[in-house]
């Protein structure tokens, strides 16, 4: 399948105008890829439109062998992660591909990484050669660490937790045990007034907005963030069960834990592999990309959480222009963390909203930090809704 990763992108959106993207934000994916794989549900005959992001997701897409995934991102930056995860998928073996990404720890030294980065290289874009040449440090270090989101993650594991929790605790809050013992071990060990106190501090818009995200995408962030993420924290450390978690448990560490996000699960690799020649990707803004491509119709649509940093003016075009790029039945998964975004009530005959289904899952959602998952169908020709 054809690539393509123009040097820069042409962009001119909202958030591309406010927001700093020469550097790396999210160098993993941040939203539950087994939920996005269970909503999207990509058979042989579907086409799938993807936020690239860090990559993991748009690799997660692939394992079932959709028809063809497309994966777009304003960044030019998240592009060159998201190809760095494919030509260590495509050159080397699972182990070197994860000593690679950092999502191991390097054999014998850091150094390693850079010699499984020489082989991955040619397979490269200009552009993406660029990047990771000029950051050979974060090569070195473990790419997966590397953006700034997961910076500031790895603040709160290194240098907040502690001051919470001694290490002792720390460990036995990832140690398996049934529903009721969890919510017992969180009421009287973990949910101190520290955790309380740091917990509020550090997620606070004012310290995520200057140290984990660009301030301007707060934006349309309407209340404040810390309240809500501690109740949803406090579901992810008790009905959820910490030991199965991915997210939460890089958060606690600051490194992969036993979980793995999909993509990065040894059984996993072989069939991503497989189905890599039906990737594509694209510099481009989604609704650069669907307005240059009006032709293009897919089955399902993985949206991050782009929509909370467009205005709703801006967000309702561009739920057009994927209506207009949809195949009847078609779903589109997006997330909310703190500016609400699902389709208004005028496309209500177009666009049908998966409620039920989007709060069932929601509860079960181990990337835990926001505030709703949505999930809505274009409708077939003819059919009506009540
Ligand atoms: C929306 S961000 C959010 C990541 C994660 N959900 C979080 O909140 O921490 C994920 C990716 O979307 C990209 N992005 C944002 N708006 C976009 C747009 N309109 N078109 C394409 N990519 C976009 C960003 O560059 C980033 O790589």
């Given at each position: ?33 087994d ?16 936020i690239?992001?860090?990559?993991d ?118 140690q ?65 069960d ?18 793995l ?36 119709k ?12 467009m ?20 779903r ?55």
């Open positions: 399948m054809h690539e393509t990763t123009p040097e820069s992108s042409s962009m001119n959106t909202e958030i591309s105008r406010r927001a700093d993207f020469s550097q790396l934000r999210y160098a993993q994916c941040w939203e539950d890829a939920l996005l794989l269970r909503v999207l549900a990509p058979m042989r005959y579907h086409r799938i439109f993807s690239a992001s860090a990559g997701n748009t690799l997660a897409l692939l394992a079932h062998g959709p028809e063809r995934v497309v994966a777009v991102d304003l960044s030019a930056v998240q592009i060159a992660a998201l190809e760095l995860r494919v030509a260590a998928y495509r050159r080397l073996d699972y182990p070197a591909a994860m000593q690679l990404l950092g999502v191991q720890p390097a054999d014998q030294s850091n150094e390693q990484r850079l010699d499984l980065y020489a082989l991955c290289r040619p397979l490269l874009s200009a552009s993406s050669q660029t990047y990771w040449d000029d950051h050979a440090a974060d090569i070195r270090a473990g790419v997966v660490a590397q953006g700034r989101f997961e910076r500031y993650l790895r603040l709160f594991s290194r240098r907040i937790l502690p001051l919470i929790h001694p290490a002792r605790v720390r460990n036995a809050l990832l398996r045990r049934n529903l009721v013992a969890r919510c017992k071990f969180y009421t009287t060990v973990w949910d101190t007034w520290r955790w309380r106190l740091l917990f509020r501090v550090f997620f606070s818009r004012l310290v995520m907005g200057r140290l984990g995200r660009d301030p301007a995408f707060f934006r349309y962030a309407e209340g404040d963030i810390a309240t809500g993420l501690f109740e949803r924290t406090r579901n992810a450390l008790t009905r959820l910490p030991t199965h978690n991915p997210y939460l448990q890089w958060i606690l560490l600051g490194r992969h834990g036993s979980a996000p999909f993509a990065l699960r040894p059984q996993n690799f072989q069939a991503i592999r497989r189905h890599l020649n039906r990737l594509e990707w694209h510099t481009l803004a989604a609704e650069q990309y669907l307005a240059e491509t009006k032709s293009e897919f089955d399902g649509f993985n949206l991050s959480n782009i929509f909370e940093y205005s709703l003016s801006a967000y309702h075009e561009l739920l057009e222009q994927l209506i207009g790029a949809a195949r009847p039945n078609a589109m998964v997006y997330w909310n963390l703190l500016a609400p975004r699902r389709r208004p009530a005028e496309f209500a005959n177009r666009v049908i909203s998966l409620d039920n289904l989007a709060a069932t899952l929601h509860r079960q959602d181990h990337a835990f930090f926001y505030s709703a998952l949505v999930i809505e169908q274009v409708a077939a020709p003819g059919q009506t809704f009540t």
